[in-house]
């Protein structure tokens, strides 16, 4: 069992489940809504100076979308009035000027904005609403004129991982201050896309693509749900005679691959913790524990699951880069109905299982 000590550095927190879109790879399978027994602002206020007594993460408000709350911006000011670092992930639907002014005034310092393809034909195709892409565009021009920084995220799937590089131009070109291809994780709505998962050879290929284009690009840019991908990035370095720094490689090397359980939460709209918002598997219930996330996050057997990444089944449990990846949970578990089992779509055949080398870590 690992004895490092682990701290919540970032919590996707799911204020509400209420969304106007109805995109095919939806995790939550959300729709408009409204969702009985969505927490309440004291409970989530309750919850954030529990939070704030142990840890002082970014916390990323999402949903659904988040601006279908009324009290959103009352959120996010109180958790930038207990130090927290606010940003948000809305649908950009709901995004105007009023509403980018109040995210600013109410401290939220980066959103991040959906785009699935880099046309409005195929971004509309995969949120499945008629003109997504037109608002989409709209939310990042008014974010601009705010000064409000934001991030591009993309789905990757069969039917828009040719359009990577256009996406990356478009972001690069709005202003965006980084781009998160997001490897799909089939849950959700996302089931339904099974068919449209790229191979594991593809994602390989994809992965080195992302670190090539780097050296290249002048946007933070880097894969998310994508865990081996710091495998891949270690393995590149060392080919090219680089050492990997935080000094050199800023926020490249300070991360690692599934964070879930370790530095990262999610906390679902009924305050039900998780490892991550692909993962299901209940962790611990806000109510039941009276708000006291810190109990959860140190007690947990599934949190402490995630920890122990020597007793991780298959090869990722002997893998030479298990500390900096871990394999995908979420994706392992959809895969297998085991979250302990090797990433099923990672290619690399680790070292014999008696050599347990440990890769280089930052």
Avoid at 310 to 323: A, I, V
């Amino acid at each position: 069992m690992n004895r490092k000590k682990f701290i919540p550095r970032l919590i996707a927190w799911e204020i509400t489940r209420s969304c106007q879109l109805n995109c095919v790879h939806c995790r939550a399978a959300a729709r408009f809504g409204p969702y009985e027994n969505e927490l309440t602002t004291q409970e989530i206020f309750r919850t954030m100076e529990n939070i704030a007594g142990f840890a002082s993460p970014i916390i990323i408000l999402t949903g659904g979308d988040p601006l279908l709350r009324e009290d959103v911006f009352e959120i996010s000011k109180y958790g930038n009035g207990l130090g927290f670092r606010m940003v948000m992930s809305p649908c950009g639907k709901a995004m105007n000027e009023e509403t980018v002014g109040k995210m600013v005034d109410s401290g939220i310092k980066r959103i991040s904005i959906s785009i699935d393809g880099a046309t409005a034909e195929s971004h509309d195709t995969f949120r499945q609403v008629k003109g997504a892409f037109e608002d989409a565009m709209k939310a990042l021009d008014v974010a601009v004129r705010a000064g409000l920084e934001f991030q591009i995220n993309t789905t990757v799937t069969k039917s828009n991982v040719g359009e990577l590089e256009a996406i990356l131009k478009l972001a690069s070109k709005k202003g965006a201050v980084g781009f998160n291809p997001f490897l799909l994780v089939p849950t959700g709505r996302g089931r339904e896309l099974r068919d449209q998962e790229i191979s594991p050879r593809e994602y390989e290929k994809v992965l080195n693509w992302i670190y090539e284009q780097r050296k290249t690009t002048p946007i933070q840019f880097k894969p998310t749900c994508a865990p081996h991908y710091y495998r891949i990035f270690r393995q590149r370095e060392k080919q090219e005679g680089r050492k990997i720094s935080a000094d050199t490689h800023g926020l490249d090397a300070m991360t690692k691959g599934c964070m879930g359980g370790q530095t990262f939460a999610f906390i679902s709209h009924r305050g039900k913790i998780q490892i991550c918002g692909f993962l299901e598997t209940e962790c611990g219930d806000l109510r039941q524990a009276n708000y006291d996330f810190k109990k959860i996050w140190d007690r947990s057997d599934v949190f402490q699951q995630m920890r122990a990444w020597d007793d991780y089944h298959g090869r990722c449990g002997y893998c030479e880069y298990r500390t900096v990846c871990g394999g995908c949970r979420a994706r392992a578990y959809a895969t297998t109905g085991d979250y302990l089992a090797e990433e099923p779509y990672c290619i690399y055949q680790p070292k014999a299982k008696s050599s347990h080398t440990i890769a280089e870590t930052t």
